[in-house]
């Protein structure tokens, strides 16, 4: 029997629709390169999306053509997220801070004929636009007067472009199984890999995320996601503030400075903010060492990349609760979110302390579970530890240009998971040290050392040892208001952490490298040190498990 449902397709454009009759006048404010700001509302928002819907049409943009991006946080941007995909076509934004060569790639694989970007990346692009030879439009985002100088052929700008189009343009009614968004992922191997988002699975994730124990947005919210529009978009944001008509401040490309956030969030009264780990490092050390304060931010997530208590404890003596999330761009990315419970409070302290730290519970419609190496399903019991695996409306079954694939999507994360559905990130499958069979989780070695107030960043590797087959290194970077020893610091950890996860060796460090994504990259470092000579002693002793 058929069903007595309407059967409306899940678009992008519905968010538009109700973002205008709901929201309209809710202002949405973006810092430009310049430091000034530009305001104005949903509403102006969607009108300028439908000039340039018009402006893609008049360009003989396909349907279902991928329309590149190289831009941060901005009102253009942000009409891009509409216009594009509503019009029938694909957003793909690329991140400016890939190698070049990764760019390349990308823009390639994907066919772009089209690019816009910030005025700051035209230098980045005359440097490979040799290599690009199907790319016909280059259009900056900008006004008229703004275009700089440039190598690059028929530059125009972005305010040029829409100018003279109509404000008026009828959105198709797009199957909700179109493709709606492009984002490619860098593995640490191989070439960049394109997820392909649709309107069915963004419109989904977007309600989910909005979910009390998620993000919990509501109009009463003004949210500042800090985390790039290039990157997963932007964790879905410039979506989810829309349908709860948020206003919405978007930081251009101040995100990773302490100074302007604290003096941002001030300015437009930010509640809920959205960021890795290392902007909230950069805000708390500011508010710490300034003495100012952000009293309307109640709360923010950390996602990204794993958490540590100690910058959880010291967001939270600023009055800030700092939540974590877990998610990646083949998951849209929100697969988990720890929401903070009341009960959290009544834990006693080492089980409080785990408990924030957690990767939260999945999302509904997200499922989660863990598996060992040859696929049998591993127990709920907080004990297990295995491959985290995902499936779900808005998990990636494949990437574009491949073939989808059945089944669930293996995640490349190790975790447990507790019987309250509580997931625990324990490492990367690549990131984790095997010493003498067993596991060691390099990121539970790195939440601990955080804790010492010597520290301002840290990362343990795994590193080939003849005895163990690896062993844990530690490298620090001191604060610079500080100086600590070594020896100090693993002295620090010996109660902290089992006595055979000790690292052998700790080695004070200037600074970490960092990929595009802003997280330590591992395997930098592990080729920066692979010809470490393990100490004695410390090898002697490392056996005792
Ligand atoms: P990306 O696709 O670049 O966003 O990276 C996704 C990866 O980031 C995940 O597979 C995890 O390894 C890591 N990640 C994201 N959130 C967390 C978290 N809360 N804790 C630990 N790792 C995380």
Redo the contacts with the bound molecule.
């Keep these: 029997m058929l069903n007595l449902m309407m059967d409306d397709q899940l678009n992008i454009s519905m968010v538009m629709e109700y973002a205008e009759q709901t929201a309209a006048h809710v202002e949405i404010v973006s810092v430009l390169s310049n430091g000034q700001q530009h305001r104005y509302t949903y509403a102006d928002a969607f009108q300028r999306a439908r000039k340039l819907a018009n402006a893609l049409d008049q360009l003989q943009i396909a349907a279902q053509e991928p329309v590149a991006t190289l831009a941060w946080n901005d009102y253009r941007h942000f009409e891009l997220y509409y216009a594009v995909p509503c019009s029938g076509r694909i957003c793909h934004t690329i991140n400016p801070r890939l190698f070049p060569e990764q760019i390349v790639y990308i823009i390639k694989h994907a066919k772009n004929r089209i690019v816009f970007l910030d005025p700051q990346f035209v230098p980045l692009l005359e440097k490979i636009h040799s290599e690009l030879p199907l790319l016909q439009h280059i259009v900056v985002l900008c006004a008229a007067d703004e275009l700089p100088q440039s190598s690059l052929p028929n530059l125009i700008s972005y305010e040029a472009l829409i100018a003279t189009h109509p404000d008026s343009y009828m959105w198709p009614e797009l199957d909700e199984r179109t493709p709606s968004g492009l984002c490619y992922?860098s593995g640490t191997t191989g070439n960049p890999k394109g997820v392909l988002y649709s309107h069915r699975s963004t419109l989904l994730h977007t309600l989910a995320g909005c979910l009390p124990n998620a993000t919990n947005l509501s109009g009463a919210d003004v949210v500042l996601p800090i985390v790039p529009m290039f990157?997963?978009n932007a964790w879905g944001v410039p979506y989810s503030a829309a349908i709860t008509g948020c206003k919405l401040v978007l930081p251009g490309n101040k995100a990773g400075d302490g100074a302007t956030l604290t003096a941002l969030i001030n300015q437009e009264q930010v509640t809920y903010a959205m960021g890795v780990p290392t902007v909230w490092l950069a805000l708390v050390n500011h508010l710490e060492s300034s003495g100012q304060q952000v009293s309307s931010l109640r709360r923010a997530v950390?996602?990204?990349?794993?958490?540590p208590l100690a910058l959880i404890e010291r967001m939270r003596a600023q009055g800030i609760d700092l939540e974590?999330?877990?998610?990646?761009?083949?998951t849209s990315?929100l697969g988990s979110y720890n929401r903070r419970q009341p009960w959290y409070d009544e834990l006693p302290s080492e089980q409080y302390q785990r408990q924030v730290t957690l990767?939260g519970r999945q999302v509904f419609g997200i499922r989660l579970r863990i598996v060992s190496p040859d696929g049998q399903s591993l127990p709920r019991d907080g004990k297990a530890s295995g491959i985290l695996q995902a499936r779900g409306p808005w998990v990636a079954c494949g990437y574009y240009g491949g073939t989808p694939s059945k089944g669930w999507f293996d995640?490349?994360?190790v975790a447990t998971i507790n019987p309250q559905g509580y997931v625990c990130?324990v490492d990367?499958t690549k990131d984790v040290i095997k010493s003498g069979g067993e596991w060691i989780s390099s990121?539970d070695i790195e939440n601990a050392v955080m804790a010492h107030p010597a520290v301002l960043e840290a990362a343990v590797i795994g590193l080939p040892h003849p005895t163990w087959s690896e062993r844990p290194l530690l490298v620090v970077v001191p604060r610079p208001t500080h100086s600590v020893e070594p020896s100090e610091l693993l002295e620090f950890l010996k109660d902290r952490v089992a006595k055979w996860w000790l690292p052998d060796l700790c080695i004070l460090a200037e600074g970490l490298p960092h990929t595009a994504?802003g997280?330590v990259s591992k395997k930098d470092l592990r080729e920066q040190y692979q010809e470490i000579q393990w100490p004695q002693s410390a090898t002697q002793s490392a056996n005792a498990s």
């Design positions: 992922t990157h997963v950390s996602g990204g990349a794993a958490c974590v999330g877990w998610g990646m761009t083949e990315p990767a995640t490349g994360d990130i990367r990121i994504t997280k």
